[in-house]
């Protein structure tokens, strides 16, 4: 009869086989949905900084997990609604000095948009940010880096972070032996995708020897890695970014990015 009611006070909460299995132990209702459901451990999300629960049920499926993100994140709401001044507020790992660039794109190709945050000791220096109605991920991850470099000074040192290995590739490794080949690549022999995009990348690179294209793991939890990335999906949020970093220009993506196809 307990089971029952039960079925009947909660039937989108508990299925008939679930209601199979719940305890017959006396007390109300309430105590044996208790039961069932169980504890609810809290986690902090390493990338929005949120508090999140998860049902005991389903950890105990899954012995010794500790969830890293919360579910807004792992389908990427997340860090469309978390402005760059929440992302520093709520992450503290991470280098602390660099210029840190993201790109982003929404269906790839679709809309996208990039981000450039230049800092010192943790104190934001410049910034930068742009987006493209029509665009790819890797165009707007090679415009970023231009734009990083812009910012910079010929004799500088700093190391420039960006989590596309694409285009860290191409300013370390490939654009040299692309050149050489005049600018075709592969056993193919097939041009360069975004030409326009990495001869300009990789000039101004050259122009800049004692900076260093570096790669960064993609939300990982790095603060200035995601508040990058928090720029480069300003775009999506329907009000202006946030005042604590209402200097960031609002750049448009360069005639190249708008002028290349991906073949």
């Not at 285009?167 to 690549?185: P, S």
């Not at 360069?192 to 101004?204: A, H, I, T």
Request: aromatic letters at 8%; one cysteine or more; charged letters at 20%.
């Amino acid at each position: 009869m307990r089971r029952m009611l039960l079925h009947r006070a909660h039937p989108r909460l508990f299925s008939s086989r679930q209601m199979s299995i719940i305890p017959r132990a006396p007390g109300s209702l309430w105590n044996l949905a208790g039961e069932y459901m169980a504890a609810t451990p809290t986690f902090t999300c390493k990338h929005c900084g949120t508090a999140f629960s998860v049902p005991g049920t389903t950890m105990k499926r899954f012995p010794g997990w500790k969830p890293s993100q919360c579910q807004s994140c792992r389908i990427g709401k997340s860090r469309t609604a978390h402005t760059a001044a929440d992302i520093v507020a709520s992450i503290s790992a991470g280098p602390e000095t660099g210029v840190f660039t993201d790109g982003s794109c929404e269906g790839n190709p679709g809309p996208g948009g990039w981000g450039v945050v230049r800092v010192v000791d943790g104190e934001i220096i410049d910034e930068r940010t742009g987006h493209d109605p029509q665009t790819t991920n890797n165009k707007m991850e090679l415009t970023a880096l231009i734009e990083a470099y812009k910012l910079l000074e010929p004799s500088e040192s700093v190391l420039v972070y960006s989590d596309s290995s694409y285009a860290v590739n191409i300013i370390n490794e490939w654009a040299a032996k692309w050149q050489a080949n005049g600018w075709r690549r592969g056993q193919r022999r097939e041009l360069v995708e975004n030409l326009d995009l990495v001869k300009e990348l990789y000039e101004l690179s050259k122009e800049r020897p004692l900076a260093t294209a570096t790669w960064i793991r993609g939300h990982n939890g790095d603060k200035w890695n995601e508040h990058a990335d928090s720029l480069a999906r300003s775009y999506q949020r329907p009000t202006p970014i946030s005042d604590a970093v209402a200097t960031a220009a609002d750049v448009p993506a360069t005639d190249g990015a708008l002028a290349l196809d991906d073949a």
